[in-house]
């Protein structure tokens, strides 16, 4: 008697064999084969102890009212979503960029070939450089704010945080494209603090507008416990050490001439 | 039986009506199939990625992909299988950039630290018979996740999306890129992988009833 393969044996588990009423016979004049279906059978079971978190009874309302902002008017046209104000903004953002990088580039275009490789890499360093820094800067901005934010008297109910909450959202989408940027380039150091900060982001743009005193304190001790906005500090810091570094050094009369020359 | 098959057709048409109106211009429309499929979406999200912060990205950008496509899935019926079918494409590309990351970080990763603090499994919970009994299951848990975590992108994608979620094979293929036999072999593949990677810590059946502790 020919013993069921491997093979046969997790396609007929998985419900993907095409001789299932073979195999099936075959396993129950088998002890061997159903040995083998037990062990696999055994994995199979624990890995379906394996749990997924639930993300809670209201979680299509929080995915709607993150989405909602940023659907067109009208679905289907897909060029329709980058007209859209944040997406605009963002691609003005990127053209920005592009432009600064081009526009310094043809400045510092002068140089030979290997000079001229050189620049083009310290400029669109220095213009993610910058890029960074004014957008940590303003996430840090955010979270001072944040985590300065109580309630006006001891009765108040609830406090309005829906400003931080549209900046934070706003932020969120500019997060994205440095982390990605930042991972494109090599810098995991950059990436890995902007992976943190993009979290932190998300737990406030998924904030309701308006908190209990209790949940702002608890956002509160969420930013504190990350040690987020100290993070973002020293990183904005090294940045700008970076962006020192990375500037040109003046040149002298007699070096330009000898450039013009050329 | 009959019931639940009724049921899914209510689904289906209701789906296929909000399809219309989202269509027609009423966006409102799409909150109820974002709300009706968000947890479903997450579901698979979260098995394919491994953890809750791309799960969430996964099913917002599904959504979104899905509004700005919508114009082509007005001839189908079934918008769940669709949104399905972009969030599985979405986690695969999320799966390949965390996959980078990962070379590229020295460091543990965030939510590996936070996955520890957080994790359900790590809270020791009150009928646990004995500290051995948790250790293991501690342990065989981890090593669930380092199995599932050294598949390739596609075997995961078609052991999650077959064992977990019990999508077609033609479905599988259709997110793999791939025939329908290919797709049968990544299924195997990845069984097989879990299965030389977890029977050390996995006790059958029979070893249980060996041992007389089968319940």
Not at chain 1, 158 to 184: G, M
Not at chain 2, 185 to 190: E, I
């Amino acid at each position: 008697m020919r013993h069921m393969r491997e093979e046969e044996l997790i396609a007929y588990r998985e419900g993907v064999a095409e001789r299932r009423a073979v195999i099936a016979d075959h396993l129950s004049a088998c002890e061997k084969c159903r040995a083998e279906m037990e062990r696999i059978e055994a994995v199979l079971a624990a890995l379906d102890t394996l749990p997924v978190p639930d993300p809670g009874a209201d979680y299509g309302r929080q995915v709607w009212k993150e989405i909602a902002p940023r659907l067109a008017e009208q679905p289907g046209r897909w060029w329709q979503a980058w007209f859209e104000p944040r997406r605009l903004a963002a691609a003005g953002g990127i053209v920005a960029l592009i432009v600064a990088a081009f526009v310094a580039g043809r400045i510092t275009k002068h140089g030979g070939i290997g000079d001229n490789v050189v620049n083009k890499e310290q400029v669109r360093e220095r213009v993610l450089v910058v890029a960074v820094g004014e957008h940590l800067g303003h996430s840090e901005r955010m979270l001072i704010e944040l985590s300065n934010e109580a309630p006006d008297n001891p009765k108040q109910k609830e406090v309005d945080i829906s400003a931080e909450q549209r900046r934070a959202e706003d932020l969120l989408q500019e997060n994205r494209l440095y982390r990605q940027t930042a991972l494109r380039e090599g810098d995991a150091g950059l990436a890995s603090v902007l992976d943190e900060l993009e979290r932190v982001l998300l737990d406030v743009a998924h904030s309701p507008g308006e908190v209990t005193p209790a949940q702002l304190e608890a956002i509160q001790k969420k930013i504190e416990a990350r040690g987020i906005l100290f993070k973002v500090r020293v990183v904005n810091k090294e940045l700008q050490q970076r962006q020192e570094a990375s500037k040109p050094a003046p040149q002298n009369d007699s070096a330009k001439r000898e450039r013009n020359k050329v | 039986m009959q019931q639940s098959v009724d049921s899914a057709q209510a689904i289906a048409e209701s789906d296929a009506l909000a399809v219309e109106r989202t269509l027609a211009g009423d966006r409102d429309a799409y909150r109820v199939l974002v709300e009706r499929h968000s947890h479903s979406v997450f579901r698979l999200a979260y098995r394919m990625t491994g953890n809750r912060h791309d799960a969430e990205e996964v099913v917002q950008e599904a959504f979104l992909r899905g509004y700005q496509k919508l114009g082509q899935f007005a001839a189908r019926a079934n918008f769940g299988t669709w949104v399905y079918r972009i969030a599985a494409n979405y986690a695969i590309d999320r799966m390949r950039q965390r996959q980078k990351e990962n070379a590229l970080r020295e460091t543990p990763r965030v939510e590996d630290r936070e996955g520890t603090e957080n994790d359900p499994v790590n809270r020791v919970p009150d009928e646990a018979p004995t500290p051995e009994r948790l250790t293991q299951s501690l342990e065989l848990r981890k090593q669930m996740e380092r199995a599932l975590a050294a598949l390739s992108e596609a075997e995961r994608t078609a052991f999650v999306m077959r064992h977990w979620e019990g999508c077609g094979i033609e479905e599988i293929a259709g997110v793999l890129k791939s025939s329908s036999s290919a797709a049968k072999n990544t299924v195997f593949r990845a069984v097989q992988k879990l299965r030389h990677a977890l029977q050390p810590f996995v006790e059958t059946k029979a070893q249980a009833r060996a041992m007389g502790t089968e319940s």
